[in-house]
Structures are given as structure tokens and as C-alpha cells.
């Protein structure tokens, strides 16, 4: 690990207490007295010694966040604690405190309504050599039912468990190195993503480089356009439902007809899915059609034209873009287009606005929209477009976006872009000192997809985690890349990106490509061989 980040050009760090291995173990088995006495309405639950290559058991774990044990890394201390934000709420967090420090701290987020530590975030920074910290976003699992009645645990939500986090994490990381970080970054995506940029533009003291990965920001808007889906299909059965199969069999196949080779190139990636004008009506049946399986009614077709529309409110003001074609995987399918109304909405509609259990969500309209809108508890939306005070202290922000993210519009990520350029009255070329988006093609989610995915986002999805120089190459490698512009200036152009065979990197790369910063547009050269980076330009 030393070889990799010497590699990249990183500053060392000199002059830390911790500077024996006997010294690291006996800090980290005495830390919790100290600790106890020092950090103010806080209880520290224990202190652990982590080896590299270990695999440490989250027995505590909620069963829902689907992280029963992480490999660690590198030899890790690791602390537990609860911190109260009020007399009726408070985080779970932990940090993650790295034998070979290197003098910087990091944040890790959340995603969706979920109080899940993310534990491989947590283990990938502190192998860098990071000191890590990680909240439960003030309650534990994916509900949101905690919700229901406590505005202070939708405070946490909203942006309290981050900015806590972050105050008390570096104050334990000082009183365990006997120094202060030199430099602190954030890596989120999705809810981790909108975390980030709450952080920015509320709280611009915490980091000096921020990673927003698929923001959920414009909330309100994104969760009244999750809940509109079940509104335009309806249930199973019903005239303008849309089947798992039609969605994978029809009009997914349907929609890379007409799309995929826009870029120049059938390779299963819609480059700018902006440019797909998606037409269903061409799957509509015939009078005489004998099997019905293989197209669609008129409705269902109408059913698609509306998913892939904005919605606006009555007034015409937009409240979340379209969704993108390309993005209809299966579990999106699921998640979306099930004929149930989508859980978060379901969740935040009755727990956080409306603080009913029994509310209807199956009869969601314009008028519950709007309420939430206006609502807006903590300024959750995390739609502010001056970004002055972060930028003032020379804080760099990386966001991206999957275009084939089903879940979130990647359009909604270009849409705040333009309302931070619009707002601060800068082009571009001004905002690129400070503020970069990189549309990452072929991308689910957060990770995944048929296209270049791995940008160094997460270690989740992927087999055999290897942290080698290839992997951590800032010109490929978002989180070092990260590092590199805010200690070395040196500004990310594109984000190299690759897809691994049965996205396992011991398998090898089955493709690459160089991800265009916005408003830039990844090209195809017309010529070249499309599963390498060379073939594809900036324009």
C-alpha cells in the first residue's frame, strides 16, 4: 500500500504519536476511558484492534442492511459509540482509525431512507491509509418508520448524523494521533450523494474535497416522481401495467434498437441517453396480432411515454426530470415497475410528512406532490445553487452519474449542475475550478451495468478486490482522484472507467472508457476499437 500511494504522488506524513506498532495496540485497548471523559454526550461502546486480512463479524448489524462482515485491509483500530443530537435521537457511528495514517480523515455516507453504516466505504479508506468515520443517519435498517413522530431523527436524516459525525470523528482522530488531519474528504452516492452536497453547501468547513456520486437532491421532487410510477401503471392486471417480461423481452430491446448505435457504436451502451427519443408506439399490437405476448396496448404503451417524461407541478415548474431510457435492468424493474408503490416514497409520505401509518400512498397525487414541496422538512431538498463559501475555501466537488441509473434520473445530476452555473453566474470553464460532473455511461445505480462502471466508487459489486496501482490510478480512480486536486492541483479531465470481466478484476478488463467531464460528450472516433479508451473523444 505504501508502494501505491507513493506511486500517485501523494504527500507522506511525519511526525505522528502513533509511531510504533506496540504503541498503535496500546492506543487502541486504553482509547475508550479517555475517549469517555472527553467527547460530550456521547457513549463509546468498545474498542477493537482489527488485523489485515481479517474478516471482522457485524453480528449488531441490522438484518436489512445486508452487511453481515467486512474484510479489513489494513490493521485498523476501530471505535464504537452512540452520540445523542437530542433527548430523543441520536447516531450510531464508528471510525475507523488506520495503523499507517497518512494524516487524512474521510466521511462515508448513507443510501436511500437507511441507517446502514456503510462498512465497505469504511474499510476501502482506512486501507488508504484514512482515518474513516460512518453514521447510522440517526436510526438502524432501510425504513424509514423511525421517522414517524420525531422530526429529530428526520433532522438527523436530512443532514445532522453526517455533520455530526464528522465534528466528533475528527476530534477523536486529533486525541488519537495527538495531531489534527491535515486534509478531509467525503465518498458518498445516492443519499450519500445528496449527504455530500449538504455538506457543501451547508456546511462548507467540513471537508476540503467532496465525492457526490447519483445525488439525491431535488428530494421531494425525486420521491413524488419514485411514488408517480405505481399512478401511470397501476397494479398488475391493470389496462397500462407493463410485465416484468415485457419490460426485459420488449421494450428494453425495443429501446437499444432505436438507441444504442446514436454514439456509433451497438455495444449495449446508450453513451447519452438525452439523445434517445424513445418511441414505443412501434411496439403497439396490430388489429390481427394473434400472440399479444409479443407487443403492447395502446395504454401500456401511453403508460411508457409518461415514465419517460418529466413531472412538473400544475404551475409548470419542473420537479424531476425524465427517466432516461436504457436504464430498465431487473432490478430496477422491480423496484420501480412492480405494480406496488415504490417503499421510500411509501415510507416518507406516511412516516416523515404526514406521520400516518395508515395513509393511502396508492392514491398519491398532484396535491400530495405539492404538499411536499412546500413541506421540505430541513431543507431536505439540498437544492442550493451557491456553492460561494465552499468554493471561497478552495473545496473541490467531484459529482457522477450512471446514465443507466433507473433510480435516480441521471438528468436531475446536469440539471443542479446548470442551476450552480446559472445561480453563480459562471460558465464552465470557471466552474471547473472547483466543481466537476462526469456522466459515466452504461452505469447503474450507484455501480453496475453493462458499461465502464468502476471508477473507484465502492468496492461493492465487485470480486476480488484488488487495491493495486491500476486500481488506485487517480486518472481511473475517483477518491484519489479526489486527493490528487485538492493536494496537488492537478484537476480530473476524465475519469478512466472499466469494465471487468463478470466484474471481477482478476478476470481482467473486458472494456475501457474515458468518462468526459460535463458539458463535455464522450464521442466515438468512428474508426477505432470501441472497447478502448483511445477511441473515444471529448467534444
Not at 480523515?105 to 486501507?127: K, R, W
Not at 421517522?147 to 476530534?171: C, W
Not at 406532490?369 to 463559501?389: C, K
Not at 433507473?406 to 466543481?435: K, Q
Request: with cysteine.
Amino acid at each position: 500500500m505504501k508502494a501505491v500511494l507513493s506511486g500517485l504522488h501523494i504527500t507522506s506524513f511525519a511526525g505522528i504519536t502513533v509511531k510504533t506498532s506496540s504503541h498503535f495496540n496500546a492506543m487502541c485497548s486504553s482509547i475508550v476511558p479517555p475517549l469517555k471523559s472527553s467527547i460530550p454526550n456521547t457513549t463509546v461502546y468498545f474498542s477493537d484492534l482489527l488485523f489485515a486480512g481479517t474478516t471482522v463479524q457485524l453480528s449488531d448489524n441490522h438484518p436489512s442492511c445486508e452487511r453481515p462482515s467486512q474484510l479489513v485491509f489494513e490493521d485498523t483500530c476501530r471505535i464504537a459509540m452512540y452520540v445523542s443530537t437530542s433527548n430523543r435521537s441520536g447516531i450510531n457511528m464508528e471510525i475507523w482509525l488506520p495503523r499507517n495514517w497518512t494524516g487524512r480523515f474521510l466521511s462515508t455516507g448513507n443510501g436511500g431512507l437507511s441507517g446502514c453504516i456503510q462498512y465497505e466505504d469504511m474499510a476501502y479508506a482506512s486501507a488508504l491509509g484514512i482515518a474513516t468515520v460512518g453514521g447510522n443517519n440517526g436510526h438502524n435498517g432501510t425504513s424509514g418508520k423511525a421517522f414517524l413522530r420525531n422530526p429529530d431523527v428526520v433532522e438527523d436524516y436530512a443532514s445532522r448524523s453526517v455533520h455530526t459525525g464528522v465534528v466528533i470523528g475528527k476530534a477523536i482522530s486529533k486525541q488519537f494521533y495527538g495531531k489534527s488531519h491535515t486534509k478531509s474528504y467525503y465518498l458518498g452516492c445516492s443519499t450519500g450523494g445528496r449527504q455530500g452536497l449538504k455538506s457543501v453547501q451547508d456546511f462548507p468547513e467540513d471537508f476540503d474535497g467532496v465525492i457526490a456520486g447519483a445525488p439525491a437532491n431535488a428530494f421531494s421532487g425525486l420521491l413524488s416522481w419514485s411514488g408517480r410510477h405505481y399512478g401511470i401503471t397501476g397494479p398488475p392486471g391493470s389496462e397500462s401495467f407493463i410485465t416484468e417480461e415485457q419490460w426485459k423481452n420488449l421494450v428494453h430491446p425495443d429501446i437499444m434498437e432505436q438507441c444504442d448505435t446514436i454514439d456509433g457504436v451497438a455495444d449495449g451502451v446508450i453513451e447519452d441517453p438525452n439523445l434517445c427519443d424513445y418511441k414505443p408506439e412501434r411496439l403497439i399490437c396490430s388489429s390481427n396480432v394473434g400472440d399479444k405476448a409479443k407487443c403492447l396496448s395502446g395504454g401500456q404503451a401511453r403508460a411508457i411515454r409518461k415514465i419517460f417524461s418529466p413531472l412538473y407541478s400544475l404551475e409548470g415548474e419542473l420537479w424531476f426530470p425524465r427517466q432516461q431510457p436504457g436504464s430498465e435492468d431487473a432490478s430496477i424493474i422491480a423496484a420501480m415497475y412492480s405494480g406496488k408503490p415504490f417503499p421510500f416514497t411509501v415510507d416518507w409520505f406516511r412516516y416523515s410528512l404526514y406521520n400516518d401509518p395508515e395513509f393511502d400512498v396508492t392514491k398519491l397525487n398532484m396535491t400530495d406532490w405539492a404538499y411536499s414541496e412546500a413541506v421540505n422538512p430541513f431543507n431536505i431538498n439540498t437544492w442550493e445553487g451557491d456553492l460561494s463559501r465552499f468554493r471561497s475555501r478552495n473545496g473541490k466537488l467531484i459529482t457522477w452519474h450512471g446514465q443507466a441509473d433507473g433510480l435516480i434520473s441521471p438528468a436531475n445530476s446536469e440539471r443542479y449542475y446548470n442551476h450552480v452555473s446559472h445561480t453563480m453566474n459562471l460558465p464552465p470553464s470557471e466552474i471547473d475550478d472547483f466543481y466537476r460532473f462526469f456522466r459515466i455511461s452504461g452505469t447503474g445505480h450507484c455501480r453496475g451495468g453493462d458499461g465502464a462502471w468502476v471508477i473507484g466508487q465502492t468496492l461493492r459489486s465487485l470480486k476480488r478486490v484488488q487495491l493495486d496501482m491500476e486500481f488506485l490510478n487517480p486518472d481511473g480512480n475517483v477518491l484519489t482522484a479526489i486527493i490528487r486536486w485538492v493536494e496537488e492541483g492537478k484537476s480530473p479531465d476524465t475519469l478512466l472507467g472499466r469494465k471487468y470481466l463478470n466484474d471481477s478484476i482478476s478476470m481482467g478488463v473486458q472494456s475501457s472508457r474515458r468518462h468526459c467531464r460535463y458539458p463535455f460528450r464522450t464521442q466515438y472516433d468512428g474508426t477505432g476499437d470501441s472497447s478502448q479508451p483511445t477511441s473515444w473523444l471529448c467534444k
